[in-house]
């Protein structure tokens, strides 16, 4: 069963740091694309990034770009997003979400999300 | 950027009801249009892709048609489980973007 689990999430001061972790299981991670997307409260959902199977092409939302930076460890079946410079409006529940192994792409297994509230 | 526009917003119906979707692009995006279905406080989950293909699991009464920049979700005979909020997603971007529609909640009428 492919499993997916998100953890980091908290409350963190505007202008601050955190680190959200996606465990992977059920399926071969090295061969799958992955990417977070995020819903704030009562919101939408808006997709941040996307990285390759094998770390080597990554794309960002404009929302994000320069603030956060995705990554992937292969043999610890690891997705993470590194989270700088926080703003309120980065208020939001973060999924991690698996793409299909075809094109057109799509997000065929999602975990089910980490909270993180930036506030002072 | 492409922008993806739902309608309605919201709209109520009844069970064993017709309902329809429609997702509109602001430019072609071929056939690079996905469905997901949200219930409150759970993740999204893949009803269509490509349009008009059923993700393995889903009931055969969620439909998906259109191409270019005018697509419709369609469930043919509305069940109890259905009510929730639905998107569109183009993943048609270059560089990707993967843009959602705004969603359209369906409730019970």
């Known amino acids: 069963e492919v499993q997916l689990v998100e953890s980091g999430g908290g409350l963190v001061q505007p202008g601050g740091s955190l680190r959200l972790s996606c465990a992977a299981s059920?399926?071969?991670?090295?061969?799958?694309?992955m990417n977070w997307v995020r819903q704030a409260p009562g919101k939408g959902l808006e997709w941040i990034s996307y990285?390759?199977?094998?770390?080597?092409?990554?794309h960002y939302a404009d929302s994000v770009k320069g603030r956060f930076f995705i990554s992937r460890d292969n043999a610890k079946n690891s997705l993470s997003l590194q989270m700088n410079s926080l703003r309120a409006e980065d208020t939001a529940v973060y999924y991690c979400?698996?793409?299909?192994?075809?094109?057109?792409?799509?997000?065929?297994?999602w975990g089910q999300g980490t909270l993180v509230i930036v506030s002072s | 950027d492409i922008q993806m526009t739902q309608s309605p917003s919201s709209l109520s119906a009844s069970i064993g009801d017709r309902v329809t979707i429609t997702c509109r692009a602001s430019?072609?995006?071929?056939?690079?249009l996905n469905w997901y279905q949200q219930k409150p406080g759970k993740a999204p989950n893949l009803l269509i892709y490509?349009?008009?293909n059923l993700q393995s699991g889903v009931p055969s009464r969620f439909s998906g048609s259109g191409s270019g920049t005018d697509f419709t979700l369609t469930i043919s005979s509305l069940q109890p489980e259905d009510f929730a909020t639905y998107y569109c997603?183009?993943?048609?971007?270059?560089?990707?973007?993967?843009?959602f529609g705004q969603g359209t909640k369906l409730e019970i009428k």
């Open positions: 430019q072609s995006i071929s056939i690079y």
């Open positions: 990285i390759s199977n094998s770390g080597n092409s990554i």
């Open positions: 490509a349009a008009s």
């Open positions: 997603q183009e993943s048609y971007s270059v560089p990707l973007e993967y843009t």
């Open positions: 979400a698996r793409d299909a192994l075809r094109i057109p792409r799509s997000h065929d297994s």
């Open positions: 059920g399926f071969t991670f090295s061969s799958y694309e």
